[in-house]
């Protein structure tokens, strides 16, 4: 894991990125941010992060096994960040299923701050 190029594709190292995010030491201070350390969340299977960053009122929908074998059972190719406002994010995700598929998904998302600490609330699939 060191050295290697953050799965957000900001152009920094994960060590330099993501990854203070997802071991606690900062917190995300806007909403692309916390997008796009979810995507490295995905990419480096930290379901507990995922859980842990979205918003309480749709956590319900939402379980850290289901998380953890989507995270698992694709391959996480490229973040593209396509749009972001202060609350809204719209991205494309790409990534490779175990047969060597490849999709994008496509994401409008909606993030809610709390305390001074972002959530995930929700997202429009386009
Ligand atoms: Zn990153």
Redesign the pocket.
């Known amino acids: 894991m060191h050295n290697v190029n953050?799965?957000?594709c900001?152009g920094?190292l994960?060590e330099d990125?993501?990854n203070l995010l997802l071991c606690g030491i900062i917190g995300a201070s806007t909403a692309e941010e916390l997008m796009?350390?979810r995507y490295?969340a995905f990419a480096t299977q930290h379901a507990d992060y995922l859980m842990r960053t979205t918003h309480f009122s749709t956590r319900k929908n939402h379980n850290s096994d289901d998380i953890m074998e989507w995270s698992v059972s694709n391959k996480w190719l490229q973040l593209e960040v396509l749009n972001a406002s202060e609350t809204r994010v719209e991205f494309k995700a790409h990534y490779q299923d175990t047969a060597g598929e490849k999709y994008v998904h496509h994401e409008f998302s909606t993030f809610k701050k709390e305390d001074g600490n972002w959530f995930y609330v929700d997202g429009l699939f386009l």
């Open positions: 953050c799965y957000c900001s920094k994960f990125c993501c796009r350390s490295s």
